[in-house]
């Protein structure tokens, strides 16, 4: 074999080591409010985080229905909030009319806004993804041709286990091949409990089902997809925001 055949296969080899380790485009933002710089991940043509909301400028009650909590913490101090695990891995769990920056009046009453580039708690530059960016996140990963995401509970295959951080479920297959890196945050009951973490992820969208209700995505253990319900806007479940 000669020195230009040797040196074309080398390169050949690099290149298809080259290819084959690319790794999935990613970037950082920084909240102006609090300095708080979040893992930003691009998934087809959407830029997500790659960790949960973490924006705490007070903490409420546990019995409240609107309002930010952590995990687990029934107290009202943000400097000690802060330096629990649960904050610093998993970050708060918001209500959907706090989530919304809109009246507590609309925890039972329609508000029947646009859900489109709705920004609420979210830094500047971004948004709350609506019931329809979540399902172009799923038709993009999902490979079915028979997914349709329009029912109310609606498994969407394989999803769930390309989003889901390998660190905090037990699903072998779970690989978080996007990046997105959803956690096992559990969430805060409207009763003002907290309850399954370790077993289920909870996230908002910004679009509104009926008057007490607002649609929203969540992941379970024993699942590989992701679900559709309609959960109480006083429920505290984890945000995950768009880049607009």
């Known amino acids: 074999m000669n020195s230009v055949m040797k040196s074309s296969l080398f390169l050949l080899s690099v290149t298809l080591f080259f290819c084959s380790c690319q790794k999935q485009e990613t970037d950082f933002l920084v909240d102006a409010r609090d300095g708080h710089q979040y893992s930003t991940v691009k998934i087809g043509n959407q830029w997500w985080m790659a960790e949960n909301l973490a924006y705490l400028p007070f903490v409420s009650e546990v019995e409240d229905t609107s309002g930010i909590w952590v995990y687990g913490y029934d107290g009202k101090s943000v400097n000690y909030a802060v330096t629990l695990d649960s904050y610093i891995q998993n970050g708060c769990l918001y209500s959907w009319t706090y989530t919304m920056d809109i009246s507590e009046k609309y925890e039972a009453e329609i508000w029947g806004g646009s859900d489109s580039l709705h920004q609420g ?21 999902d490979t079915d041709p028979d997914f349709t995401p329009s029912d109310a509970r609606q498994n969407t295959g394989n999803v769930g286990k390309k989003i889901k951080a390998t660190s905090t479920w037990t699903g072998a297959e779970d690989n978080n091949e996007t990046g997105f890196g959803a956690l096992a945050t559990g969430f805060r009951y409207e009763t003002g409990h907290f309850v399954n973490k370790g077993k289920y992820a909870y996230f908002w969208s910004s679009t509104e089902y009926y008057a007490k209700s607002a649609l929203y995505r969540y992941l379970w253990d024993d699942s590989e997809g992701t679900f559709r319900g309609y959960p109480l806007k006083t ?5 995950r925001c768009v880049k607009n």
Do not use: F, M, R
């Open 121 to 141: 708690v979210c830094p500047d530059g971004w948004h709350l993804p609506s019931d329809t960016e979540w399902q172009q996140l799923e038709d993009y990963l």
């Open 235 to 239: 429920n505290g479940l984890s945000i």
